[in-house]
């Protein structure tokens, strides 16, 4: 256990280093999360001029929160994975003592440390274009979202790197993610808070785990009412299905890649 | 055909230190350093002669090459190629000129090479008849004919690498640049390859420039040498006259019925190995003939043989920059 | 002429021929186009739903901008990506000095070398949209003329934009995704321009990232709205950044220096 933790810390640390080496890039993916604030853009108007339960400084509240929410919860490990396996750099992964997963973890986790002055910028901007949004949530409040955006984030992680298996059988599975992707961004609350949309889809959109990805946790940042016990259960759900689902896809998939002479 | 005058060039690099502090410092206060990759190099080819660069890695043959080809610019001196000016890279220019580069394609790698070849017939203009009469000539110089339809992705990289050279070849042009065309292929394929450019320069009369690490390409293609370090030229003239130059000597290899101690054998010359009843003499150039009689009558050797020294041990020195010494 | 009619044939079957290798995707990425269309749509709707203004636009001139958006989508996932987003590759693997030397001009290899059959799609979806959007108002062939060479010069505006971001990566190959940057940017000519707030949204996507240019302006003209000026101004921005896109690459193959061996 200690040791797994040391081999872990050590592949933090290396995750770390690049990241300064690979900053122009990061800055551009991180700036390249405008959509919120396009989307504050046209909704803040909207809500000046038409009859929606929210006022336009909630508006633009809500879209700073899903603007946090989304560049702590981004994933690409599907991208990753596909390109080791394409590759074969898998087969050096494997022969180390410890899961292939962490290193993936310890990337993605040392990128959203790198990636906080970029987020906190992002914020700035969008309190500059809306200076009468400008709101700090409570340290409760803040903590609250932050803890369930942690938990977002192992899910969709999760989910991600579950259909990232599929890498072992099909050619470009991330295709599968483009699938899934245009599913998150319309059911996760991304586009407009999910309680504009008509009741039936809000319904479907329950049934998955896509709310819970962006729309709970900004709703939460905003202050506004949610059943906080219930949205960290249904998250401790979807990620225990997805765990089981991933371990039996994962042990099926190694065992044929190493059948195929990886 | 092609002329170079004070051609050099260099390039401004940014040295940062690592670390936190050192990026900082850096954002505030740039320092730069001159890179002089190519420094003053002067020479002159004629049509048809087939020319080797030497020098060891990051000497300025790569640099130079380049801007006799027209990619890079050059700080200063100038070029002319075919009476162009090569960095202009005029459509009539880059018709008479190739460029081959071991270790990197253009072949299209997921289609059959047949595919780029047509590709490259529409870009040179070559009418569909002219097109496949070269292909069919070029394959059969290159023994790739039944390779053209395979694709790509699926050769071996000998293989590749002469459909490489096909495709590069294929508008016949009058000047070949060629970088490291033979680097990480086998012996056979190595020959192969010699053997061809070497045929295709006398065909055709083709221009020919050689950089390689592999003094064998050298030897079996080039009749002249440049030698290049630190960006300077250092020689420029026939490969066996600086052999000559630098080591005027011939190694003799003896092996002997029975052992001969090391004090006779050195009355014959400077004995450079002696092993049981093998012995290595180094012995002067013009000596050589009087010392192979005298050993053939005092010692009777069971077998002799005159070698010359391998070319890779008489050039190493000056590429390390130990200088040519006097002639 | 004749020679590059069928230089550029050969490019493109060769590229398509590439790229079917991969079989699956036709239909593929038919669904997904289709999917991402039908999530748009639902997404203005929702404005219409709750009585929003966007801008005095109506719901049968919002569908067109979008329709337009998806079309310049499908430009740039059929021209844009495939050839633009390569160049930082020849530039890391040297293969940008094979394209140099090509009796043919740069900037057109680097921009028609490839086609990829994956943004089709969208192109004929976003046509789609524009025309039912059309069928919805009155438009006249006037407007419809001026609308098409308004969306000719949007193509010309997206590519130059795109280029010249692809072209720094000869310089800086670390920055090679700032077209992705572009990329989200353009997610604002989803919505006509008056749909933003006054300030400095509107003058953002004008100004600096022309997306008014690409999407709001050929709807205006399509409509029979656009104003003398306006079409000059488009005509003109397209003009210049296709001139500024040509110098651009001139000026940083002067500088190149070409991967060491």
Redesign the interface.
Known sequence: MIYALRVFAAQLHTALVLTTT?R??MI??A?????PI?LM??W????R????PYTPVEMVRYFVAVLVVRQLTFVWVIWEFEEEVVTGRLSSLLLRPIDPVWNYVANHLAERLARLPMIALLVGLCFW?HPEAIFVPSPAVAATALGVTALSFIVRFLLQYTLAMACFV???AS?LE??SF?AF??LSGM??PLD???AW?ANLAAWTPFPYFVYVPAQILVGADVDVPRAVGLLFVWGALLLIAQRWAWRRGVSRYSAMGA | MLQAESLGKT?RVAEKESGMAGTLRHVFRRKTRDVHAVRDVTFHVAEGEFVGFIGAN?AGK??TL?ML?????PSHGRVRVANFDPFR?Q??F??Q???I??Q???L????PAI??L??NA????LERGEAERRVAELAEMLDVARLLTTPVRKLSLGERMKCELLAALLHHPRVLFL??PT?GLDINAQEAIRGFLELYNQRYGATVLL?SHYMADITALCSRVLIIHEGSLLYDGSLTEIVERLMPSREIELHLAEPVPREVLAEFGEVSQLEGTSASLVVERSQVQRSVVAIFDRLRPIDLFVKEPAIERVIAPLLKGQGLGTP | MK?LA??IW??WT?SL??EL??R??FA?SL??SA??LV?SL??LS??F???????GWSWGEAVMVLGTFTILQGFSATLLQPNLNRIVEHVR???L??V?????DTQLWLSLRRVSPWGLPDVLLGVGIVVYGAALGDVTWRGAIMGLGCLACSLVILYALWFMMAATTVW?V?????T??L???L??GR?PID???RG??RFVFTFVVPVAFMTTVPVRALLGDASGPGLLAAFGLAATLAWAARALLHYAL?????A??
């Open positions: 690979y122009a890039e551009l993916w700036l390249s999360g405008t959509l396009i853009g046209v803040g108007e909207a809500a001029t038409g009859a929606m274009l099909v050619e470009r295709s483009s699938l245009i961004v319309f586009l407009a504009l949309y008509p889809v | 390039y990051g790569t640099t380049k080809s027209g990619l890079i610019r890279r459509r009539a880059l018709r000129i190739t460029l580069m071991g990197k394609q253009q299209i790698w997921d289609l595919d780029t047509r590709i529409a870009v040179y203009e970088d490291e680097l950089t | 020679a069928r230089t050969l490019f060769t021929l590439a290798e991969y699956t995707n593929f669904l997904t999917l991402n999530a639902f997404t929702l404005f739903r709750y009585d929003a203004e966007l801008g693997q040297g293969t000095d094979f140099l030397l090509k009796p043919i800086f670390q920055i090679y995704n700032v992705e940057l990329r989200a940017l997610d604002a919505f749909a933003f707030p400095a949204y002067r500088d190149y220096t070409s060491s061996s």
